[in-house]
């Protein structure tokens, strides 16, 4: 199994432009999930979904920010307009169940915003 | 609510050293515990998990044990490697929460020859 497949792996844009993030979750797995990293905050949930239908995004940090999963295969993480404060790690993970209790990361992607 | 508190880092051990990492939480319902290691450059990987109270989950090594009356799961390993720098992270789960994971802060381990 290829694992959680993210891409770009690195993304340098400058502020206003937009960004996409790309994920494709392990194959089975119905629970896709996208976290941010930075040193201050850490590791934050942004948003998942389950059965492809979003659960919970109350950690996205506002309206530029949006997600979407269109099929079991496939995810984007969207920012419309971007900003250098978006600059971080950006990580998508799955998990085989609705009630899994183990999640699988992706490598991350890697966003700077000049 | 749901929550994890883990030890700020970071640490810094000399090869063969004992680690400890602390790790406490609030839940609310019977959580799972996991402990998950992120590599330099890489994502998330589990490392150990326990699923109720008085489990020890153990992998390369490292072994916690869920402490139902501490509310807690501390990270150990009798003799550290310089390949297992890395920064540690704490987590639960609850079946009450949907499939949302809590993590904590991280914890950034060196260890050095």
């Known amino acids: 199994d290829a694992g959680v497949i993210q891409s770009p792996r690195h993304e340098v844009t400058e502020m206003g432009q937009e960004v996409t993030l790309r994920c494709k979750p392990i194959s089975g797995h119905n629970s896709l999930f996208w976290y941010r990293q930075t040193m201050m905050r850490g590791l934050e949930l942004l948003i998942y979904?389950?059965?492809?239908?979003?659960?919970?995004d109350s950690g996205m940090p506002e309206d530029r920010f949006s997600a979407k999963m269109p099929n079991a295969s496939f995810s984007t993480l969207k920012i419309q307009p971007s900003e250098p404060r978006d600059s971080a790690v950006y990580f998508c993970?799955?998990?085989?169940?609705?009630?899994?209790?183990?999640?699988?990361f992706g490598p991350g992607t890697r966003l700077t915003v000049t | 609510g749901n929550s994890v508190t883990q030890m700020e880092g970071p640490v810094t051990l000399s090869e063969e050293a004992f680690l400890t990492i602390n790790c406490t939480y609030t839940a609310t319902g019977y959580p799972s515990l996991f402990w998950y290691v992120q590599y330099p450059g890489e994502g998330l990987q589990l490392l150990l998990k326990a699923t109720k109270a008085d489990d020890k989950g153990s992998n390369k090594g490292f072994e916690a044990t869920y402490r139902k009356e501490t509310t807690s799961f501390h990270l150990e390993k009798g003799s550290v490697q310089v390949s297992d720098s890395a920064v540690y992270f704490c987590a639960l789960h609850t079946s009450n929460t949907g499939n949302q994971f809590y993590f904590g802060t991280g914890t950034s381990l060196t260890v050095i020859p």
């Open positions: 979904f389950n059965n492809n239908v979003p659960i919970d």
């Open positions: 993970a799955s998990s085989p169940s609705d009630r899994a209790t183990e999640q699988y």
